[in-house]
C-alpha cells in the first residue's frame, strides 16, 4: 500500500503540460506547477496575444508573471526519485484491442515489445529483460511482436513446428519427421526459409526490374504525348498559316478580277458614251437639215427653190452604224464562267487533298502501334550489318576485321586526307545510314573507355568540342565506362545505373524516333531509352578514348 501511495504522489508531481516529472519546477501566482522551460514555452507561444493565462485552471494574469525556482518542491520530487520508485506508465503504453499484449503483466497489460519464438510468449520492456540478462535466454529468437505465436505450435504433438516438409509443403515438428512424415523430404525451417529467402529476392529482383522497365516505360508515354502534344500545335499554327496564306492569295485573285471588270468597265462606258455623243450630234445635224428642206418645201418661190435645192439635196454618209445592236454583259460572260470554273477546280482539289490530309493525320498513332521487342531473338531480327568508314576514321584509330573492328593506336596512321575525318577526337562513323528499325552489338575489349553512339552525317569533324559524339544535338552517346554508365546528348549528361556487360546493344526505330541502350549477357538490360524525333538517317559510331581498347560490331 505505502509503495502505491508513493506512486500516487509521483504522479502528482509531474508537469501538465509534459506529462513528465518536474524539472527545476517552478510555481507561478495561481499556485500550480510547471517545469521552468515548459511555461515559458508555453507563455512565449501567448506572448503576440499580450496575455498570459495558467494552462490547467485558465487563471489571466495582466503582466507576465516572474518565474523563481521552487526549491522545496524540487527536493521531494529529488527524494521521490532516489526510492526507485518510477511513474506509472502512460495510457499509450498499455494494449490496446489491436496490440500485442505483455503475457507475464498482471492485471492491465502492457504492449509487447517483442515476441520470442523459442517461448511462444510476448513480452513488455520489463519482462523482456531478462532475454537480455541471462545467457541461456539470450540465444532465443526474438522478433516483432505478433499475435500467430500458436501457429508455430503442432495441433498434433503440441512441439514448436521447427522442420519443413517439402514433400507435403507444410511446417512440421520434430516428431513429425518420425511419424507420419517419416522418409519425406524434410529440413529445418531455417535452410527453407534461406531458400525460399533466395527465391524472394529473386522474385523482388525481377519485380523491382519490372518496375523500372514499366516506369521508364510510362516516362516514355509522356514523352511521347508531349511530343504529339507539341507536334499537333506546331502543325496547326503552320496549317492555319498557310490556310491564312490561300485566302490572302484567294482575296488578291479577288481584289485583281474586281479591279479589271471596273477597268474595263470604264473603258467600255468611256467608248459607249464617245459613240452616245457622236450620235447626238449626227442626230441634232439631221434635224437641221430637215427644218432647212421643210422651209425650202414650202418656198412659193419657183426660182428660189430650184436654186436652194441642189445645196441641200448631198446628204452626207453617216460615219456610225446605223443598226447597233446591244447585248447586256457581253464583256463579262466569259469572266463569270472563268470564275466559276476556278471555283469548281479549288472545289474538287481541296475535296482531294482534304481526304489526303485526312489519312496523313489519322496516320500519327501508327508510332505507338508497333511495340519494342523484348527478348535479344526478337532484336536479332533486325539486326544490321555494320562496316565502318575508313573516311571518317581518326589517324590513332586502326580499322581491323573487314572494317567491323576499331583499335586505339598510341601512333599515327596512315591514312590519305578527307573531308569527312575526324581531327579532335578517335572517333569514327560507318559506312552504313540507317532508317526504319535496326539492331547491332558492340563488343568492348581492353582497358580503356569506348563510346557507342549514332549521329547525323553533317556532325561537325573538327574544330572543338562540338565534334564529341554527345556534345551537340546531332549525335547520341551511351559512355561505357569501367565503373558506370553516362549517356550523353547535345553536352548534357544523364547517370545510368546498370549490370556491367563488355557487350552494348542499340536498338533504333528512326520512325518512331525511338533510340535504345541495352547491356548484352545473358539477359538484355535497358539501359537507357531516348524518345526524340529523327530529321535525318543515323550513322552508328564509336569512340575510343585510349590506345589499346578496341570496339567491335558484331
Known amino acids: 500500500m505505502a509503495k502505491k501511495r ?30 521552468i522551460n515548459c511555461i515559458k514555452g508555453y507563455w512565449n507561444g501567448e506572448d503576440q496575444k499580450g496575455i498570459h493565462r495558467c494552462p490547467q485552471c485558465r487563471k489571466t494574469f495582466t503582466a507576465r508573471p516572474g518565474l523563481v525556482k521552487n526549491t522545496m518542491l524540487a527536493d521531494l520530487v529529488e527524494q521521490l526519485k532516489k526510492t526507485g520508485v518510477q511513474a506509472a506508465p502512460a495510457d499509450h503504453c498499455y494494449a490496446g484491442a489491436e496490440d500485442v499484449a505483455c503475457d507475464f503483466c498482471s492485471g492491465r497489460k502492457l504492449k509487447a515489445i ?43 504433438h503440441d512441439e514448436v513446428m521447427k522442420m519443413f516438409c517439402r514433400t507435403d509443403q507444410k511446417s512440421i515438428c520434430y516428431l513429425c519427421s518420425v511419424d507420419e512424415h517419416k522418409g519425406h523430404d524434410t529440413v529445418s525451417a531455417a535452410a527453407e526459409r534461406t531458400e525460399r529467402q533466395r527465391e524472394l529476392e529473386g522474385s523482388r529482383q525481377q519485380i523491382q526490374q519490372r518496375i523500372q522497365d514499366r516506369e521508364k516505360d510510362v516516362k516514355l508515354l509522356q514523352q511521347q504525348l508531349e511530343a504529339i502534344h507539341q507536334s499537333a500545335d506546331k502543325t496547326e499554327e503552320h496549317s492555319q498559316k498557310i490556310f491564312a496564306e490561300l485566302i490572302r492569295l484567294l482575296q488578291k485573285r479577288s481584289s485583281d478580277v474586281k479591279q479589271q471588270i471596273r477597268s474595263q468597265q470604264e473603258a467600255e462606258g468611256s467608248r459607249v458614251k464617245e459613240l452616245q455623243k457622236k450620235l447626238e450630234q449626227e442626230i441634232t445635224e439631221l434635224k437641221r437639215k430637215d427644218a432647212e428642206l421643210k422651209q425650202l418645201s414650202h418656198t412659193e418661190d419657183h426660182s428660189q427653190f430650184l436654186h436652194s435645192c441642189p445645196s441641200v439635196s448631198a446628204l452626207s454618209e453617216s460615219t456610225h452604224s446605223s443598226s447597233i445592236k446591244i447585248r447586256p454583259l457581253r464583256h463579262f460572260e466569259d469572266v463569270t464562267a472563268a470564275v466559276s470554273e476556278l471555283r469548281d477546280k479549288l472545289q474538287d482539289i481541296l475535296r482531294e487533298e482534304g481526304t489526303n490530309i485526312s489519312l496523313r493525320v489519322t496516320e500519327v498513332d501508327v508510332l505507338l502501334s508497333e511495340s519494342e521487342p523484348t527478348s535479344r531473338a526478337d532484336f536479332l531480327k533486325y539486326s544490321s550489318v555494320i562496316t565502318l568508314d575508313p573516311n571518317t576514321v581518326n589517324t590513332y584509330l586502326l580499322l581491323s576485321d573487314g572494317n567491323r573492328k576499331v583499335t586505339g593506336m598510341k601512333h599515327h596512321q596512315s591514312y590519305s586526307s578527307h573531308a569527312d575525318r575526324f581531327t579532335v577526337y578517335f572517333q569514327v562513323l560507318s559506312k552504313e545510314s540507317l532508317t526504319g528499325r535496326c539492331y547491332w552489338e558492340v563488343e568492348k575489349r581492353g582497358r580503356g573507355k569506348v563510346i557507342v553512339a549514332v549521329a547525323y552525317k553533317n556532325i561537325s569533324r573538327g574544330g572543338g568540342t562540338k565534334c564529341g559524339f554527345g556534345r551537340n544535338d546531332k549525335s547520341w552517346a551511351l559512355d561505357c565506362d569501367r565503373k558506370n554508365y553516362t549517356f550523353w546528348y547535345n553536352k548534357m549528361k544523364t547517370s545510368i545505373s546498370g549490370p556491367r556487360s563488355s557487350r552494348v546493344g542499340v536498338y533504333l526505330d528512326h520512325r518512331a524516333g525511338i533510340l535504345s541502350f541495352y547491356s548484352v549477357s545473358e539477359t538484355m538490360t535497358l539501359l537507357h531509352r531516348v524518345q526524340t524525333t529523327f530529321t535525318q538517317p543515323l550513322y552508328p559510331g564509336v569512340w575510343i578514348w585510349e590506345s589499346g581498347a578496341t570496339a567491335e560490331f558484331v
Open 6 to 35: 508513493v506512486k500516487l504522489d509521483l504522479e502528482s508531481f509531474s508537469c501538465s503540460i509534459c506529462l513528465d516529472v518536474l524539472k527545476e519546477p517552478v510555481t507561478i501566482p495561481c499556485g500550480h506547477s510547471y517545469c
Open 114 to 156: 517483442k515476441s520470442c519464438l523459442s517461448c511462444l510468449a510476448s513480452y513488455c520492456e520489463k519482462h523482456l529483460q531478462p532475454h537480455y540478462d541471462v545467457a541461456p535466454l539470450r540465444k532465443h529468437k526474438l522478433v516483432e511482436p505478433s499475435q500467430k505465436l500458436q501457429e508455430n505450435i503442432c495441433s498434433v
